[in-house]
C-alpha cells in the first residue's frame, strides 16, 4: 500500500487521487485509523483533509471541520476537501458557510457543491426541494439559480412551484422559472387548483422559447383536463 504518496511536500492532485482510489479499497475503518496515524506523525496534518473526505465518514467531517476553525493552510485544505465531500452530512457545514457569507470566493463554491450534492442525493423529491430553496437564498449568480431551478423543477414538490412563481418576474430567471414549474404541473395533476391554474397563467406569459406556442397549448390542455 503506497501510503507514502501521501506526503506532505512534493504530491500532485492526480497522486492525491491516487491515494484516494487506493485508500477506497479499504474498510473505511481502517481508513480513517491510517489516515489519522499519518495525520498525528505530520507537521502539516491538512494535506491529509482529501483523504479524510474520500472516506465519506461522519468522523471524518468532524475532523474536517476543526481544521476549517484553524487559520491559513488548514481552513484552506479544510474547506477544499469539504466541498468534495459526498454525503449529505456536508449539507450542513456547507450552508451555514454559505450563509455566514465571510468570504465571497467560499460562497460561491459552497453553492456550488450544494446543488450538486442535494441533487444527486437519494432523498425525496420535497426533501430535496426545502434544501434547495434554502441554497437559492444564498446563491450568488444566475448560473447557479437556474441550475437550482432545474433541479426543483424535478421535485414534484408544491412548495417548490409556490417558490419558482417569484422568478417568474425576473427576466434573467423567467424562462427557467417557467420550465421548472411547468414541469412540476404537469407531471402532478393532484396539484390542480386555483393557485396552480395562477401560476400556470404567469409560466404561460412569460414562455419565450421556440416551443412557447406548443407549451402553451399544452397549458390550456391541463386546464380543459382539470375542470
Known amino acids: 500500500f503506497p501510503v507514502t504518496i501521501l506526503g506532505e511536500s ?33 507537521e502539516k496534518p491538512y494535506v491529509y483533509y482529501s483523504s479524510l473526505a474520500n472516506t465519506g465518514a461522519k468522523q471524518a467531517l468532524e475532523s474536517i471541520l476543526t481544521g476549517y476553525q484553524q487559520p491559513g493552510k488548514s481552513a484552506e485544505a479544510a474547506f477544499k476537501a469539504l466541498v468534495s465531500i459526498k454525503t449529505f452530512d456536508a449539507v450542513y457545514p456547507l450552508l451555514d458557510i454559505a450563509r ?33 430553496q434554502e441554497v437559492m437564498l444564498v446563491a450568488k449568480t444566475d448560473k447557479q439559480k437556474v441550475a437550482i431551478l432545474n433541479q426543483l423543477g424535478g421535485t414534484t414538490s408544491f412548495q417548490a412551484l409556490l417558490f419558482i412563481e417569484q422568478f417568474l418576474e425576473n427576466s434573467q430567471l423567467a424562462e ?29 406569459s412569460v414562455l419565450s422559447n421556440p416551443d412557447a406556442a406548443y407549451q402553451r397549448q399544452a397549458i390550456e390542455t391541463i386546464y380543459r383536463d382539470w375542470e
Open 10 to 42: 512534493k504530491f500532485s492532485t492526480e497522486l492525491q487521487a491516487a491515494a484516494n482510489a487506493v485508500l477506497s479499497k479499504l474498510p473505511v475503518k481502517e481508513q480513517l485509523s491510517l489516515i489519522a496515524d499519518r495525520m498525528k506523525k505530520s
Open 100 to 132: 455566514a457569507g465571510k468570504n465571497a470566493s467560499d460562497v460561491s463554491k459552497a453553492v456550488d457543491a450544494l446543488i450538486s450534492l442535494i441533487s444527486s442525493s437519494k432523498k425525496t423529491g420535497i426533501v430535496k426541494a426545502n434544501y434547495l
Open 176 to 204: 427557467p422559472a417557467a420550465q421548472a414549474g411547468m414541469k412540476i404541473a404537469l407531471n402532478t395533476p393532484e396539484f390542480a387548483g386555483v393557485v396552480t391554474r395562477r401560476t400556470m397563467t404567469k409560466i404561460s
